[in-house]
């Protein structure tokens, strides 16, 4: 499972971290300032949340940009790349399910 | 007084606009990020401060005198959050710019013409396939690094580093930094192939010996912290329901293809995994750049591209680290400001050995033949449109295919949101494709960044200025 270091914990001596709070999927989720809404997702431990054509679960892979596989929609705005997105109060995800229907699947194995 | 665009705000676009500026240039450094230092020193944002950051770095000292004094210097600005997604050079060269957070609508878009641009837009890693490795808690090592470093985020409990690369030394450091337990870092070289890049001649590193200690260092943290080094290993399966549970790990033979009977598995809930980078080329193709058959962006020593007017730095040009990126960067910034080739001092010698270290790490490292032989027929190979190993090859062969645009055309491989960022090579190689021609190269993609239509719609026509 992912985590975060611990802000009291961490050798780097942090700043306290300022709370805020945003919407994913309808559920009001904690975060702090300056992380990318990918970070605050994966400090709660939550290492995916798309669904593929193929029913697969996914979420951050390459952490910089270019796998396009953290995307989301943020306030509205579809294929938001989670991982470079800076997190703001207030701000409203929603995550994608793509998993084909049972009888208009084809066969991806 | 000459304008220069530097794009990519890493080690070699900081290095490039400080030169520029130095040698009496106006400048432009832009970057898709919202904060300064690439990938080497990507830090934590300003909106969480803490005292001792510089734990997290090699040479952030360096990185603060290169962004204090970028910052002081009236003749450079900065623009961040600015994403160029086109590049045009027909008459003058145009950096197609859209400004704003991260794939947001209604960026305010701009065209920004130079006399010269350096480009410096980095790499990203290469991940070989295997089964398993489209489960949640396989990253990329890149991934695992970015996090660390930016956001304080260990991405598992028990983790796994693996793949190919000094660069595997560096991620095992953050991880336990993190929080993570490091299971071992499984390199698939073997120790002769890493003998014979890393132990001829040594002398010739000297230029490099920084490096050399860094890399010490992370052994010597290794060993304090009891993370095994294993060369000649490789992650060769991820099993778990729903996520990373186990993974397998072979030894593997010369040629990197595991030999039967060596598995074991241990119980991991996160797998890092890189073996090697790919330069990130859309800008340099679209520039109608000139690329080498090794696959990296073509320059002089001056740091010039074929086209007139256009730099390329860092590790577009070779994956050489830090150091290489830094002086490559520096030589760039001068000469595309029309500065004097006499008044470089060291920078040309230095060139020379982060060249050496470039050549080093692909003869030890370099990706093998072998690996395909732990691909399964169900390995997912194209992560996006979720194509299997054994649809891969069915359609090679019974087309009997070999030209990359046709096979993703059948297949779909490598036609998903990443525009094959993720699978192009490895498909390129698995169906035998020859991307030397330049023109059936998975290098090739029409945008440099995904623009929502409705933002084309309202972009400018004229360059700023014009
Ligand atoms: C995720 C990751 C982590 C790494 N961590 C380390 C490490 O800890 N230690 C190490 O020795 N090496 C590391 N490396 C290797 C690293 O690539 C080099 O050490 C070094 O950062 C290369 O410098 P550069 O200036 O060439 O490119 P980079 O540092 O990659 O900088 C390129 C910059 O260009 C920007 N950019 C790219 N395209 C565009 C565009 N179209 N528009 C605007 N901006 C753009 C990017 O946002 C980035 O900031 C890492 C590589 C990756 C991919």
Redesign the interface.
């Known amino acids: 499972?992912?985590?975060?270091?611990p802000?009291e914990s961490?050798?780097?001596?942090?700043?306290e971290?300022?709370p805020l709070r945003i919407s994913v999927d309808g559920a009001p989720v904690e975060g702090?300032?300056?992380?990318?809404i990918a970070?605050v997702l994966?400090?709660r431990g939550e290492?995916?949340w798309r669904t593929?054509?193929?029913g697969?679960?996914?979420?951050?892979?390459?952490?910089?940009?270019?796998?396009?596989?953290c995307?989301a929609t943020?306030n509205g705005?579809s294929?938001?790349?989670l991982?470079?997105?800076?997190v703001q109060d207030g701000d409203v995800v929603e995550t994608r399910d793509d998993t084909a229907q049972d009888d208009t699947v084809e066969d991806?194995? | 007084m000459r304008h220069v665009l530097v794009i990519g705000a890493g080690p070699a676009g900081l290095a490039a606009a400080l030169a520029a500026s130095d040698a009496g240039a106006s400048v432009t450094l832009l970057d898709?990020?919202?904060g300064l230092g690439g990938?080497y020193w990507r830090h934590?944002?300003?909106?969480?401060?803490?005292?001792?950051?510089s734990?997290?770095h090699h040479g952030w000292a360096a990185f603060e005198r290169l962004q204090g004094r970028i910052g002081r210097a009236d003749a450079i600005e900065v623009l961040t959050e600015a994403q160029v997604w086109a590049i045009e050079t027909a008459d003058a060269v145009t950096a197609q710019v859209l400004l704003g957070?991260?794939?947001?609508?209604g960026r305010e878009a701009r065209a920004l013409t130079a006399d010269a641009i350096v480009l410096a837009p980095g790499a990203?890693?290469r991940t070989l396939p295997f089964p398993g490795w489209?489960?949640?808690?396989?990253?990329?090592a890149?991934?695992?690094?970015?996090?660390a470093k930016?956001?304080?985020?260990?991405?598992?409990?028990r983790a796994v580093v693996a793949g190919a690369g000094p660069f595997l030394l560096p991620v095992a450091q953050s991880l336990t930094?993190?929080?993570a337990t490091v299971l071992g870092v499984f390199e698939a070289a073997r120790p002769r192939a890493l003998a014979r890049g890393w132990l001829p001649k040594p002398w010739k590193l000297l230029g490099t010996a920084h490096k050399g200690r860094e890399l010490a260092g992370y052994l010597a943290h290794h060993l304090a912290h009891r993370v095994p080094y294993r060369p000649g290993r490789a992650v060769v399966e991820a099993r778990g329901d729903?996520?990373v549970e186990e993974v397998v790990i072979a030894r593997l033979d010369a040629d990197w293809a595991p030999v039967p009977g060596t598995e074991r598995t241990l119980a991991a809930?996160?797998v890092c995994v890189s073996h090697g980078f790919t330069p990130?080329l859309e800008l340099p193709i679209a520039a109608g750049c000139e690329i080498g058959p090794d696959r990296f962006v073509r320059v002089d020593p001056d740091q010039r591209t074929s086209v007139e007017g256009v730099y390329a730095a860092g590790e577009i040009t070779g994956i050489g680290g830090v150091d290489a990126a830094l002086v490559e960067g520096r030589i760039a910034g001068h000469r595309a400001a029309g500065g004097d080739r006499s008044a470089m001092g060291s920078a040309p010698r230095r060139a020379r050995a982060a060249a050496e270290l470039t050549r080093r790490i692909e003869a030890a490292h370099g990706i093998r033949p072998g690996w395909t032989s732990w691909l399964r027929d169900?390995t997912v190979v194209c992560?996006?449109e979720?194509v299997?190993y054994g649809r891969l090859r069915a359609v090679a062969a019974a087309t009997e295919q070999r030209s990359l645009r046709s096979v993703k055309l059948t297949t779909r491989a490598g036609l998903?949101?990443?525009q094959a960022?993720?699978c192009g090579r490895t498909v390129e190689s698995l169906i035998g494709a020859d991307p030397s021609s330049g023109a059936d190269t998975s290098d090739r993609r029409p945008l440099a960044a995904?623009v929502r239509l409705g933002d084309l719609a309202g972009l400018p026509t004229a360059p700023d200025g014009a």
């Open positions: 499972m992912s985590a975060i270091v802000w961490d050798p780097i001596r942090p700043a971290p300022r702090l300032r300056g992380q990318s970070g994966l400090a290492t995916a593929t054509v193929a697969r679960r996914r979420g951050v892979f390459c952490g910089i940009g270019v796998c396009f596989e995307v943020v705005e294929d938001v790349r991982c470079l997105r800076r991806r194995s | 898709a990020g919202d990938q934590l944002p300003p909106q969480r401060p803490s005292r001792r950051e734990r997290l957070p991260t794939d947001a609508a990203h890693d489209h489960l949640p808690g396989v990253f990329s890149g991934a695992a690094q970015a996090l930016g956001e304080r985020i260990a991405v598992g409990r930094a993190a929080g729903g996520r809930d996160a990130r169900d992560r996006c979720e299997p998903g949101i990443c960022r993720m995904p």
